[in-house]
């Protein structure tokens, strides 16, 4: 009976794997592999496969018969292709040995270099390096990597035992020990694994090999492991590890050996240019270190002009072959060229787009595998500024990142400040506990916005996000004094006039002036969205609350409005005949203050409805408490007292009386048009009256209207019965008629659980996902901040799932609604609406459910087209 | 072909129907006709059956061919039999109509009396009667019935002609006015119908009748009765009615007639007694209207004794006929007897178990039966005070029926005062904006507690269902001045020393003393109860925090606790420890702190243990969050700065930091474990080391350790862990081992619609229903109070969901959340400990789904155990 195959040989271009073989052999095989068959020079090697390892967990951790014979003999293969011999005093065999699995994993074993070495080999290295000093510091290292990975003893040991040694030696830096002290060192390491283990340091190469194999095998095992296969669903398939073994290259020989990286193109712009540094004389480790400047790639061709044409030709090739932008890593090894590695190279959002864009012109991929190639929320890089990943930052405090982006500017407390800093060419970030309409011009002049105070959807969140301004909101770390000019973070104090930086995208302040990478919009970009819009089917709306919104997101390609809040109406101008008719003892005077309140409305609507010309435009009605909408203090309670003549204890007492212990779960959404159906009316008048008179003037309108929070048919159908009664009143008033549905936010699980019910009558369903997520998981976004990073840190979840629908729970809710609804109605237009609708995975999610639309924030609708077209190309895979 | 059967004849001791065929005939036809089978005097009549009332609406309106000649037929008969004629002047036959389906429903139409009656008419009646007086009254109350329900004239027409009238003549009550008077009355009534209609009034009775008919049937074609049928899931069939045409008799005829009400048994205390009353030469309405006083039906024996023992007697046959305690209308007319209804009696609780356990003893009915006559919640009246219902009250305001019962008082608004004047011998009231761990003493020395802040599981309401006392909560209508000793409710004073009586079991306030029906606990009581635990196969455990509570269970009943809530103990004696750990910076700190509060927890744990010797005690881990423990005012904060040593100013910052917008969704239940595992860590400590104590003294304790809150298997996985870890060391410790079980409360969607995942690692699941519901709907059980009560008045919700399980949602998640549970773990405990755990239909729900027990308040149990055992009888049905 043949043995089965366990051990696969790469080098000298011809190998027994390749590409495909990923499963087996893991990636960093699979490569290896690929590389030698395209005759690309590989360090030869051979990568022991990931069969092994599950016959290893399977059978007690014992190894099948036979792997060590074909190890021997793929050992042999190695000695024989570089002359060289394990433990040889001439030419020694040294080598590396690498995990590597289908997919990376965290807490997999760290990189075993110079394997092989005993005081033989060292003077093999001598001999063949010329280098005493080179050789004892390879065999140190050796010692301290072994010991510590394969045996378990304390990286502190060995590095108290260097202390030791450079302190009498008198020297600061390890580079200023010399060989002698470093031969010493070897055996005091050895002696130290000897006290710890009990054993002596194994000094047969071949039993250093079968340690190291031993090691790695264990490591996936380990409980980090495992945690994180769990938590990313990796099947214990593709968590099983290879063992890559392959002979070890040195760039540190001499003038004519050097180390390097490169791209095949420019991973800053895309620009199709070979990009890359190195140093001559240096291994690998010592370009990523920084003590020495490396120098840009293309000096290579002045220096070792041989080696640089072969670089440039096997970049080349390798991207040809892999179709995609190269990230390499290069030895030169007397003069000799040898690729240690090739993947696809990470890229920003701008080269990203240009590649994918320029790669399907070039011939070398098609246009699905374009759309594919740009990761969508990397959109975010062209259309806002952000922090230069090169700059050093300094973080002073972390709140939510409410708003992306990235702004600086000197620190105001003020609305009125800012503005008038604005106003004199300053650039400004408007610091505050919390923001109120008032503040809105102030918000306007800043660059940023920073609250203390506030979550996702506070005020100041949900205006920075209107305005694609950046906003970090909720920053609890911040001890904000208004009165005196200053904030308190970590202790220290930042006073009006000092430089901030703001990254909305990651909720960090940081301290004083970033350097901010300004977006850019190519030609490539509206290319690649096109692309984007001929894929994809799912349609994609924008959550817009202003004609200027609505006129802003039709330019990122929006094909209607998913969510237009109307209370965004209310904070405006008509604040105050708000809060009359919310002061309002009888229906008659409610009713007087919403008459009040009637045009601002409507001539909104008319403005939205012109904006989205023949797009559908859904509007939702009231949905925050009212007492969201009345003063906070007493000053203010005092001045808006006097300002519309209602006093001053009544409105106290009012105030009193709509307080909320949990306000989230409390007297809002349509339980407000409930108790109060005359606000729906209200509502609804002015969406009709605004409808009729666009439509008179020849401009297609289509208004969904939508009634929030939503739990039991019964609120749907009293709403419902509202709103179409108003509309039949206007109607017959105006002599117009416009065509018009009426469905309802799906946000809360009683609504999901009955959406049968809710869908015999409503004709559209819209998840409100942030909401649905609060009351799934029983977690307010305000307050979860203080425990969640804590669980995202810990991974007691994976991620936030007010950034990343849960797919697990809210996502079934998400399920059960749809096909329930479905089920009774099966044209039911289904969307999304909660800040998921702009994530990437959220989006792909709702195409796999079936869904009509995602509605998203205008800076995020081109994301979400992207990811919607990626959506269809990944279901057709 | 003969023709279909649509009317139906009753009386002379035969009948055309029967008691089964009530959905053929409606209730009432169905009754009378077995009433007339079991040769019981009826007045004679017929029913036109509700196969009409389908035919009428399915064929638009039109009565099926035949109908009229079916009722030509039995009016005849009917005429036959009474020897009377329509419109005869000498004996005419007049008739009551009234609707009657097989369940009944409200908004159908009132009953008409004196059908028949024309100008002939009345003077046939006067010629019968000898009372002129009476007929022209009989004639005017006829008209104006008529003219209101059949020609919908509004009532206060007749209202006001007959206010003129009596203006006119100077007199103030309707009886004043004499015959001459009543008869121009019918003249004036029949023009104002006239004026009205556009129509004569009917003076044909035959016309007369079909008009009745058709407003009976129309009635249940009218929105109300389609709400209302829609709302209590009555399915079509049973939602039709049928009409009962029934000659009129009269018992306000003279001396030898006269009218009354009976039970066959006392419906207050259930004594097998013949208990009524009547009133001679009345009609029936005049015992109801309380003009006259009614004599108790025993002086019958004295004034008519035939008819009295054939009333006696026929009670007797109705009952054993029924095999229940009947409830019965009769006329006596010129000596004669007629019953004109019965019907099952309502009674008491106190009665209902009575007559139920006499019953069976008298061979009336058996077991099963008998545990279904029984209300479980009418149990509560056996077990705490009620307010009589006779008693006249005056609501003064009302709030949150937080914990059932009646209290009578006098107002105090402070703790120290209610210690005070109990021990004088004063029954107090104490009333608070909301209570505090400092008021224990004060609430235990109170009748009742009414607060006007928080909502059913505030302090005050949790507390007080624990010590099974009266409580009023979140009574927003009053305003509290605790400083001025005075409160105010719809603008009048009540001050300290002012008498109120609290029902907490619907929220009202009363003022001053009302009369309070003491419980009692007779041996009929234990009897039904051992029937029910013979019956019942759920367990029925009970919600209790402290070795008191436990023992309280134990005598209702209870095997078990469900819900132990561990905070209660830190609100008690260790509240001060409980305040420095949450103030600690650093965990050894937080765990000084806690080694303080250990000692406490465990002397708790080994009372409850020794209480529930050989029962399962659930005790859950801390849930509320944090600044729950923390003063909540300046002074308060002031005080325990100086009390603990902790600076006020960082007192402050600390309230400030826990502060949440939203608390129910915020850092509480298995997050703060999860943040803090040493708190976990002290708990399952104190709960061990209890355990093992108790244990070596040769008692059996069985914990079961919940995890609150859970909403993803990590949380569950890794407080888990901490529990398991700290059990391990101290069984090592102390040499002793216990058997536990670890297992989650699921009040959270996500942990429902994850159940298994979670049941993977948990061994039982406890649904807390409070915050489950609290989730689903996505309101607040504090705040919700504001609109819930506009809901179920308004029929948006049919009940309160707190009070009643919401089936059709929440309990779709127990169902999805057992289902998907036991499908990962067969053997899975399944358990409610919500508030739903003691409401019966909610309990029987619970029996559905396979739980394995429900778990409630102390004073519930009871009610748990009845309705346990009818959820297994009404099921063999």
Not at 3 to 26: C, H, I, W
Not at 344 to 364: D, F, P, S, W, Y
Not at 508 to 525: C, H, K, M, R, T
Request: hydrophobic share 40%; aromatic share 8%.
């Amino acid at each position: 009976m043949p043995q089965p195959k366990y051990v696969y040989f790469f080098g000298g271009g011809e190998s027994d794997g390749n590409a495909t073989m990923r499963t087996l052999l893991g990636g960093k095989g699979a490569n290896l592999a690929e590389m030698s068959n395209l005759g690309v020079p590989v360090p030869p090697g051979f990568t022991i496969s990931t069969e092994v390892c599950k016959l290893y967990y399977e059978n007690n951790k014992q190894y099948p018969a036979g792997l060590d014979e074909q190890i021997d003999e793929n050992l042999e293969k190695l000695e024989a292709a570089l002359g060289a011999k394990f433990g040889d005093t001439e030419n020694p065999l040294l080598l590396s040995v690498r995990s590597g699995a289908a997919v990376s994993m965290p807490g997999m074993m760290d990189t075993i270099l110079n394997l092989g070495l005993n005081d033989n080999a060292a003077k093999g290295l001598i001999a063949r390096s010329g280098n005493e000093r080179f050789a004892y510091d390879s065999y140190r290292r050796f010692v301290q990597m072994f010991g510590n990975v394969v045996l378990d003893v304390d990286h502190d040991e060995f590095e108290h035992l260097l202390e030791e040694k450079k302190k009498a030696k008198g020297v600061e830096l390890d580079t200023e020990l010399e060989a002698d002290d470093l031969a010493v060192l070897v055996d005091e390491f050895k002696r130290a694994v000897k006290q710890h283990t009990g054993s002596d340091f194994p000094d047969d190469p071949r039993q250093q090999l079968d340690m190291a194999r031993d090691a790695v095998f264990e490591s996936s095992g380990n409980p980090r492991a495992i945690t994180y296969r769990r938590l990313n669903d990796i099947s214990e398939e593709m968590g099983r590890t290879a063992v890559n073994v392959q002979a070890m290259v040195f760039g540190n020989m001499g003038r004519t050996s050097g180390s390097g990286v490169a791209f095949t193109r420019n991973p800053s712009t895309g620009a199709n240019q070979f990009y890359g540094e190195f140093l001559i004389n240096a291994q690998g480790e010592d370009v990523v270190a920084g003590i020495r400047t490396p120098l840009p790639v293309s000096e290579l061709r002045n220096i070792l002009p041989d080696a640089y044409t072969e670089l440039v030709d096997i970049g080349l090739k390798l991207e040809k072959h892999y179709r995609d932008m190269q990230d390499v890593e290069f030895t030169i090894q007397d003069g000799t060229l040898f690729m240690l590695q090739t993947r696809n190279g990470k890229r920003t959002g701008q080269a990203a787009v240009r590649i994918a864009v320029e790669m399907v012109e070039e011939g070398l991929i098609d246009k699905p595998t374009a759309l594919t190639r740009v990761p969508a929320n990397d959109l975010d890089q062209l259309l806002h500024p952000s922090v230069d990943p090169d700059a050093k930052v300094e973080v002073i405090a972390q709140g939510l990142p409410a708003s992306p982006g990235a702004a600086v500017g000197k620190v105001v407390f003020t609305a009125l400040h800012a503005e008038e800093l604005a106003a004199a060419g300053e650039k400004v970030i408007l610091v505050r506990t919390e923001t109120s309409p008032e503040d809105i011009g102030g918000m306007d002049a800043a660059e940023g916005i920073l609250t203390a105070r506030g979550g996702m959807t506070s005020h100041a969140a949900v205006v920075a996000r209107g305005m694609g301004k950046c906003c970090v909101a909720g920053c609890s770390a911040l001890f904000i004094n208004e009165d005196a000019s200053e904030f308190y973070a970590e202790g220290k104090r930042y006073a009006e006039g000092d430089f901030i930086t703001l990254n909305g995208s990651t909720g960090d302040v940081l301290n004083g002036q970033v350097a901010l990478i300004q977006p850019e919009l190519s030609g490539q970009f509206g290319t690649l969205m096109e692309w984007a819009d001929e894929a994809r089917s799912l349609d994609v709306r924008t959550n817009a609350d202003t004609p200027e919104d609505a006129k802003n997101a039709r330019q990122f390609g929006a094909e209607g409005i998913g969510l237009c809040r109307t209370e965004h109406m209310f904070f405006g101008t008509g604040i105050d005949a708000v809060r009359e008719m919310i002061l309002a003892d009888e229906t008659p005077e409610r009713e007087a203050a919403l008459a009040k309140l009637l045009p601002h409305q409507r001539s909104d609507f008319i403005g939205i409805f012109e904006a989205m010309a023949g797009y559908p435009v859904t509007i939702r009605t009231l949905d925050p408490p009212l007492h969201e909408f009345l003063p906070k203090n007493e000053a203010e309670i005092h001045e808006l007292s006097e300002r519309i003549g209602v006093d001053a204890r009544k409105l106290s007492e009012r105030i009193e009386e709509l307080h909320e212990f949990n306000p989230m779960l409390g007297h809002r959404g349509c339980r407000l048009g409930i108790v109060y159906p005359e606000i729906t009316e209200m509502q609804a008048r002015a969406i009709f009256e605004a409808a009729v008179d666009v439509a008179k003037r020849g401009i297609t309108v289509l208004p969904e209207i939508m009634i929030p929070l939503v739990g039991h048919i019964n609120e749907f159908s009293l709403q419902r019965k509202v709103v179409i009664d108003t509309a039949e009143a206007v109607f017959k008033e105006t002599g117009t008629r416009v065509e018009y549905l009426v469905g309802t936010m799906i946000e809360l699980p009683r609504a999901a659980l009955t959406a049968d019910k809710i869908a015999a009558e409503a004709e559209f369903f819209s998840y409100g996902t942030n909401d649905l997520t609060q009351t799934t998981f029983g977690m307010s976004r305000d307050d979860a901040a203080k425990f969640l990073d804590d669980y995202v840190k810990n991974g007691v979840l994976e991620y936030d799932p007010f950034q990343i629908l849960d797919q697990e729970g809210v996502g079934s809710l998400l399920q059960i609604g749809s096909e329930k609804g479905r089920s009774v109605r099966p044209d039911l237009k289904v969307g999304i609406c909660g800040e998921h609708g702009g994530e990437p995975s959220s989006v792909k999610f709702c195409y796999g459910l079936g869904f009509n639309y995602v509605s998203c924030s205008p800076f995020r609708v081109p994301i979400a087209r992207l990811a919607a077209a990626q959506a269809v190309i990944e279901a057709e895979d």
